[in-house]
């Protein structure tokens, strides 16, 4: 995407291929103030077509104002069809971009009002509505936080193999564990089943601990006990191996730039590499200045 | 705040000058003892102040000591309003301080009493007056903590981007899961509404866990049960980007003190720059006592 | 277990061993096609016969379904008497494959059933069918997650004495607030003994709060405050452990990656240890290329 | 305690110092057979006393048991003054023992079953009992595991000031919360007073959530979303905190290791710095063999 050719090549380019590269521009960089308008008109359509799926949910409100609501809805998904059908036309390759992750994304915003007309049940819809919120994280994408949130994707992604085995042994043993508190305690104290005690196991171990189910005998309580304390311990491991990566990516940042500072090369010998603090060049005897 | 050439300006200044520079000693600074009783006695005028404020609210307190409460509470804003009056004239500009951050603290110490003659329902100004606790920071920042918090505030504020994006995360995924569960639970188990399961959502993932809702089909505690292990396993990505950033300053500092142990510079040919218990000079061969 | 010599004697072996060598690759090994799909297949057994013995312990299910669960109870269990008979014939030593961890966890996969034959409250043998579950971490065991539960468990094991040392004082500080809670809020706020209220106390340090006991005298909510933050405080000694032991471990692991990479000999005095970026051999002065 | 002078003494010294020197031995070190057997049984009497003190404590065991609980109690006394009364013998300066942290803590251990004889409820000494488990410390103290707890409380203590700090911080936010939620849900929520309140907002804060008060209102969901969400951030302090102070420490340790192995000195001009890998002295030329 080197800029200066693109712009040699668009002086050449008919009428229609001039405007495309406008509207993109506006649309999925955030270089101009129209972009930055765009991307701030965006997100304010998104919480707001949010804040509308939200109430309608309260049923309160929904007896009062169910009407304008669903009248409100239908403005959010009107507005973002036709985003949507901008974004098809503004990029080079449209189905390249309906079948990305974003794409995808933007298709589901409006799908499910337009069903809504076909079906029953269509508010079986509304975490398919939730996923707008989704696209706010492209608006910031474009902006400042993009390289904050490559580090942290980088982090868990460099650890993903040490999560997926620290997430298997914590199932594990919420499985077993589980299991030994169905014997314990019964059905009578709430453990009605292996898999809703492990599901009161993932509570336990997790630190979470509603307190919906709870173990009332002394064995039960013992081995809860013991329970929690190894969930506490354990706690340790995931942060540990994201600190750890966060940790190395920083060293690499910190060591790219300590080698740049370092590579200013000997004005003599041209050497590349000058030891912390050298005063004379290590491998031509050079005083630097 | 060079103290050398201030002593000498204030035995030309007027008498007047040299009174509220000894007054802006006594109040802002502490390093007399008589600055240091006055942060002391300000220390416990606020926790007696607080104390107060909260006894009043235990109803039973309220009832046969109310009277006696309210006359603290006058005598204590009559000390907070000498203070704060003290404070105007001892700083240079008064404007600046008034406001300072802290300046609007002091304000808001006092105006809730004040404001309670005029107005039915003073009692909803209690958060104002818990304000004032605040002003322990100030106490503190002139002592030996400073440096403390400091550099707690320097980490926060180096991966401050990071936490928007860790933040901004958390309340998409609990966005989403929140809708999921008002649609699988539904309004008879809890979930009545989408920003009550959101609620809930945000309750798991933190692991507070109240129990006030809980999930109770077995769809409900399998999809909970995933939230909570994410849960578990995000938490680890503030601490891994405190620990970082604390680690950070942390090397800076170390690294600062070891240059400056080796800057001693060489005798002879005076570098500064010694290598780790090197015998002789590396630039000149000097050997080293 | 060098596989050269091992392949030149199975030349000579009689058929018989060659059957052994053949059934033992596909069974403990992961690197044929064949030996690929039995882990699969097996993977899945497991997860089958888990499900299995969870659903029979929901109620409703157990009704309707409890004698289909229960021939299909068999057949796993019939599956995994073959699979042990396969493992102890495959293997050079059949004893010390059977007193191995897995080979005992192989053999508590089976005996519950059989054993259920002959002895009545044959569902207390449950925990010992969940046990089954820790076999998947041998199918892991051969794959690619070998590395990092290894990274993982070094990191425990290395730092295990100061866990120790950290759950003595968990149990300790719980034993005594316990105690402590027992007397301040007494049995009618639901501290009945001490050993309860010590169970409250881990429920309270291990930030878990079920909320089945909760202080409710004012003394006792202050004492409970004051356990909390405390809870949260030293919570961050496990992760600092792990994380410093992780860390060693990447350091290590950095450090010998670095020096397999320093470690090209010089092409003239062979030397191998050159200094980072160095343009000379700093042992004979030749010039690298 | 150079241990060769005092053996030379010692022979010199009369009967009773020798006989006191060995009873030193037994009691405070943990060297020969007879002082591990020694700390061994000790470690049992303070576990079972422990459990005769928690026993007694729930009411169905007290009312079938307890006198013969109270008998236990009288011998573990008797045992305890005995060994008290051994170890003011023992030492060498009594009066230091008897106001040492570990002197107290074992006269208390002893105290309370004597003043039960006099007092009427005496059972509100149990706490006092309760610190016997404390004793366990020194145990391990005296064992391999006397660096692991140094090093955490090195850790403790290195960071104490930021931990004060971050403890503050806690503790204030806890009250401005806590003061608002008592405005927003007020008393019939559960929120009956601002100490109440206080509280609540520390169960939020620190994540362990009780459940037993839980905001009712939109608002006051609103708030505690918001609040837990600082919590979940801010748990990320200490960690870090603690995380960097163990990492520093570890890094000492790897240094002076490092350094130790680096400083056997060259044997031709005996400098003590070599570099890692060097094959010649840098500072005469010598080759190492």
Redesign the interface.
């Known amino acids: 995407m080197n800029p200066q050719p693109q712009h040699l090549k668009s002086e050449t380019r008919p009428l229609h291929s001039v405007w495309r590269k406008y509207l993109y521009d506006v649309i999925f960089e955030a270089d101009t103030p129209l972009a930055k308008g765009f991307d701030l008109v965006l997100l304010w359509v998104i919480i707001l077509s949010?804040a509308a799926?939200?109430l309608e949910?309260?049923?309160d409100i929904e007896i009062y104002f169910g009407y304008y609501l669903r009248i409100i809805e239908w403005i959010f998904t009107i507005l973002f069809t036709i985003e949507y059908i901008a974004r098809l036309i503004a990029v080079r390759h449209p189905l390249q971009y309906a079948f990305s992750f974003f794409g995808v994304v933007d298709l589901l915003a409006v799908i499910p009002t337009y069903l809504s007309l076909f079906l029953w049940g269509g508010?079986?819809l509304?975490?398919i509505?939730?996923?707008r919120?989704?696209r706010?994280?492209r608006i910031?994408k474009l902006g400042?936080?993009v390289?904050?949130?490559q580090?942290?994707l980088s982090?868990?992604q460099a650890s993903r193999?040490?999560?997926?085995?620290?997430?298997?042994s914590?199932?594990?043993v919420a499985?077993?564990m589980?299991?030994?508190m169905?014997?314990v305690e019964g059905?009578q104290n709430g453990f009605?089943?292996?898999?809703?005690s492990?599901?009161w196991a993932?509570?336990?171990?997790?630190?979470?601990?509603?307190?919906?189910i709870?173990p009332k005998t002394?064995i039960g309580?013992?081995v809860?006990?013991f329970i929690?304390?190894v969930?506490?311990?354990i706690?340790?491991?995931?942060?540990?191996?994201?600190?750890?990566?966060?940790?190395?990516l920083?060293d690499k940042k910190n060591k790219a730039a300590a080698e740049q500072r370092q590579s200013d090369p000997c004005p003599k010998c041209h050497?590349?590499?000058r030891d912390?603090?050298?005063?004379?060049c290590k491998?031509c005897g050079h005083a630097f200045g």
């Open positions: 949010m799926v939200m949910s309260v049923s508010q079986y509304l975490v509505r939730a996923l919120l989704l706010i994280f910031l400042r936080y390289n904050e949130s580090v942290l982090a868990l193999q040490k999560i997926t085995v620290f997430l298997l914590v199932v594990t499985t077993i589980g299991t030994l169905y014997m059905g009605t089943s292996i898999p809703r492990i599901y993932i509570v336990t171990l997790t630190t979470v601990g509603y307190g919906d709870a002394v309580q013992t809860s006990s929690m304390i969930g506490y311990a706690i340790a491991i995931p942060t540990g191996i994201v600190t750890v990566e966060l940790s190395n920083q050497s590349l590499s912390m603090g050298a005063l004379f491998f």
